[in-house]
């Protein structure tokens, strides 16, 4: 069956809710195995955060989830596909970088220091997504936001966000697999 994004974006919402994990790549991983998710796309921008936003919440994080999620929706929505390879920024690590704006309320005119440690945590995925390369790889750069999320959260904030060891699966779907390259190649 074909989806359009709302549809994706929707069907990702209502999983996102039933979500239970405190790890993020866990809940993105169970979604990924779904049939309106494809190896590459923008859905997994949405994704992306909206696991993250639940693990987040269901690791004590104090939030509204339906209110975060709708907000996630509306500025994920923008962001084009191929963002990594014409814009030079991975669209998971913006999904995220937008879920840890949405829970700090940090917008363009924020002076406070959620601003600055929502630049850090982005510039420095970012940079160990450079240092890997490509080609493009959304669940590779799922896990690694999303694990850099985890810790991110669970060091400068101690909402005790989980991660255990990744394994990519998606291998032999992925056309561009980068192989050994990728630190979670198995």
């Given amino acids: 069956m074909e989806y359009t994004l709302e549809q994706k974006y929707e069907l990702i919402k209502q ?4 979500a239970t994990s405190k790890n993020p790549v866990e809940i993105a991983r169970e979604v990924m195995e779904q049939d309106y998710v494809n190896i590459h796309g ?9 696991a993250f936003l639940m693990a987040y919440k269901n690791a004590g994080g104090q939030i509204d989830a339906i209110a975060c999620l709708n907000e996630l929706a509306k500025r994920t929505i923008k962001m084009p596909g191929a963002m990594c390879g014409y814009w030079g920024i991975c669209g998971s690590v913006a999904a995220v970088g937008a879920a840890l ?11 406070d220091d959620y ?9 420095s995925v970012i940079g160990h997504m450079a240092e890997i390369g490509g080609a ?9 936001s999303l694990s850099y999320g985890a810790e991110f959260v669970r060091t400068k904030y101690g909402i005790p966000m989980e991660c255990s060891e990744i394994r990519c699966d998606f291998s032999s779907k992925n056309p ?11």
């Avoid at 999983?15 to 039933?18: I, P, V």
């Avoid at 704006?101 to 002076?111: A, K, Q, R, V, Y």
């Avoid at 601003?115 to 510039?123: E, P």
């Fill in 15 to 18: 999983a996102a809710l039933k």
């Fill in 42 to 50: 923008p859905e997994h921008h949405f994704l992306d955060g909206a």
């Fill in 101 to 111: 704006s949405i829970l700090h309320g940090t917008s363009p005119l924020s002076t």
């Fill in 115 to 123: 601003y600055k440690d929502n630049m850090a945590f982005t510039s």
């Fill in 136 to 144: 493009r790889c959304c669940k590779r750069n799922a896990f690694l």
């Fill in 176 to 186: 561009q697999c980068i192989g050994a390259k990728c630190p979670f190649h198995d």
